[in-house]
């Protein structure tokens, strides 16, 4: 008994020893800039840009692994053993080296594996049944490699697949129409950047209902089939820019109703179906159409897509716009219609968006504008008009931009820009113009910039009334009352006086569109000034009088009329003064009459007619100026 226990305490002995060098033991791979290892207690490997050219046979040791990262390496050929019963591994890259093919059986029995990576390699095929069990994948990157052709039961059976990254073959000039056959559960497919992917099958996407994001940018697509995009009603983003698409059937989105974003930029399209292909995407919230050769639009094209917030028409050669245009869709925050051949831009064409923050009419046709035409964007931030033919700016086109930051006015309309344009702009941060800004009522010019004005340039021209070019007529004049009183052969004068001002300022700038005119009037009385001011501008009119508190507004039939009475806050003190000034005066008026009438004149009436004249001055001792 003893035998068999000292036995069996040298076996656990011997097993013990056996498992610590076999826990001892682990797995070093060498590369031309470093070394990476594991062992058997290790779940995840990472060779990161280590210049390994060959990789171990297998990765045994490491059987517990979950994660293996080999990007960015030198290596050609992955062994069919390398990751062979490591049924705990979920995650395997080997993006970025120079594969030409992988094996048949490489991940063969990985029914942990949910996410492969070997984008950006070399390789010109791949094994039809190379994912044959892989339950459990659902994200596989096999872009950018140099495939001419791809097998059409690659993906056969996977039903978890989610995500899929394909395209950046410069080979390649087409896919089976049924390479994705049963894939159900796909959420996010990229076939983009084919250079030599003229066209893709009519039926390629039949059966993907739970996709979401397609992707087929960057190929040399020249059309959509009618039936491409048949059964995506799961689809919230289609991307097919940079292709060379010349026109879309009017059927071609009919079964996207839950299509967020499209976009068919940097096409070749002419024309739009004048049926409406876009009727049916009722969620449609961004729409860009830019870098197109679009010549006009047709009525009702945005009918129906009220949730619309973003359209891009930019870079086309648009000459005119549907006086419909923007009118089904309230929400669109931009206006994006830059280097195109417009010359007209009505206001009625934005009169139902009040959510704008952005106007980008640059590189038109425009001579004019509208002075009504951003009127009440009061959401406005952002102007850019540069790159067109303005001869002139209307006054008052920017009057009431409260939110507006940027204005770029290259090369502006005349050489010397009237200040009074940007009058009380009170958050704008950058003016880009040429030439010069003007304020001729302080008689400072700033040269424009390229960037924007520092804070206190942009002061003195936002705070600047007056406008360029104007002519002042100043016209005194003075009214005096003199009453004399004679007595006894001397004579007493007594004057009051009042003085009135009335200047008169025109307005001649040709570079604006209506003339202006301005009157103002000043009475100074007993030390006390009242001054009236009238400023004629087009069709408008306003008066203010100090002292004041009040303001009235009336329009009729085109013409403003605005009164406004009441002291600025900066002008407290004077007008305070002025205020107290007019009764003051009223008073001593009123003093002065009574004076008059009840003292002097009945004195004069005494002295005229009574017979004791000479007794009463002799009994007085005095001469008459005593009196």
């Not at 290596?75 to 120079?98: G, R, W, Y």
């Not at 994006?336 to 934005?350: G, R």
Request: aromatic share 6%.
């Amino acid at each position: 008994s003893e035998r068999v226990s000292a036995m069996r305490h040298l076996v656990l002995v011997a097993c013990s020893l056996l498992l610590l060098a076999s826990l001892g033991h682990s797995l070093v791979i060498v590369g031309t800039k470093g070394n990476c290892s594991c062992d058997i207690s290790s779940t995840s490997l990472d060779c990161t840009s280590l210049g390994i050219v060959t990789l171990p046979p297998s990765l045994a040791e490491c059987a517990n692994l979950k994660q293996i990262e080999f990007m960015d390496n030198s290596f050609a050929e992955a062994p069919a053993t390398l990751v062979t019963n490591l049924t705990s591994l979920e995650h395997l890259s080997m993006l970025s080296n120079k594969l030409t093919t992988l094996p048949a059986t490489l991940l063969r029995g990985l029914t942990a594996l949910q996410i492969l990576d070997v984008s950006s390699n070399e390789m010109s095929m791949v094994p039809e049944d190379l994912f044959v069990g892989l339950t459990a994948l659902y994200k596989i990157y096999l872009d950018t490699n140099s495939f001419i052709s791809l097998p059409e039961g690659l993906f056969a059976g996977m039903t978890g697949l989610k995500q899929l990254w394909l395209g950046s073959y410069p080979s390649l000039t087409s896919y089976p129409s049924n390479l994705f056959t049963g894939l159900t559960a796909l959420q996010t497919l990229y076939i983009n950047d084919n250079p030599q992917l003229a066209g893709l099958p009519e039926t390629i996407f039949a059966g993907l209902t739970s996709l979401d994001f397609l992707d087929i940018s960057s190929n040399m697509l020249t059309g959509f089939p009618s039936g491409l995009f048949s059964g995506l009603t799961q689809l919230s983003t289609l991307a097919a820019r940079t292709n060379k698409v010349t026109a879309l059937p009017s059927d071609v989105f009919k079964d996207l109703t839950h299509l967020y974003f499209l976009d068919i930029s940097e096409n070749m399209l002419t024309s739009i179906p004048a049926t409406g292909c876009f009727l049916t995407i009722t969620n449609l919230q961004s729409l860009d159409l830019s870098t197109n050769k679009l010549t006009s639009l047709p009525t009702g094209m945005l009918t129906n897509l009220t949730y619309l917030a973003f359209l891009d028409l930019s870079d086309n050669q648009l000459t005119t716009l549907p006086a419909d245009l923007y009118q089904s869709a309230p929400l669109l925050g931009s206006i994006e219609l830059k280097q195109n051949n417009l010359t007209a831009f009505p206001p009625s064409l934005i009169a139902g968006l009040t959510e704008i923050s952005l106007v980008r009419l640059s590189y038109n046709q425009f001579t004019s504008l509208p002075a009504n035409l951003f009127a009440n964007r009061t959401a406005l931030a952002t102007i850019q008009l540069e790159g067109n033919l303005l001869t002139n700016l209307p006054a008052g086109i920017f009057t009431g931009l409260v939110s507006v930051r940027t204005i770029d006015l290259r090369p502006s309309p005349t050489a010397t820009l009237d200040a009074s344009l940007f009058y009380n702009l009170k958050n704008l941060t950058e003016l880009t113009c040429t030439g010069r800004v003007r304020c001729s009522s302080s008689s400072k010019t700033i040269n424009c910039k390229a960037q924007s004005f520092d804070p206190f340039e942009l002061a003195s021209i936002t705070s600047c009334v007056s406008g360029p070019g104007t002519t002042t007529v100043s016209t005194t004049s003075t009214t005096s009352t003199q009453t004399t009183t004679t007595f006894n052969g001397t004579t007493t004068t007594s004057t009051a006086a009042s003085t009135t001002t009335s200047t008169t300022t025109t307005n001649t700038d040709t570079t604006a569109s209506t003339g202006s005119t301005s009157t103002t009037t000043t009475v100074t009385a007993g030390g006390n000034t009242t001054t009236t001011t009238t400023i004629v501008t087009g069709s408008t009119t306003t008066t203010t009088a100090e002292p004041s508190n009040a303001t009235t507004t009336t329009t009729a039939a085109g013409t403003t009329t605005t009164t406004t009475t009441g002291p600025s806050k900066s002008e407290g003190g004077s007008r305070s003064k002025a205020w107290i000034a007019a009764p003051v005066l009223i008073l001593l008026a009123l003093a002065g009459v009574a004076f008059w009438y009840f003292v002097l004149r009945r004195r004069r009436n005494h002295y005229d007619t009574s017979a004791s004249y000479l007794t009463l001055k002799s009994s007085m001792g005095g001469a008459e100026e005593d009196f």
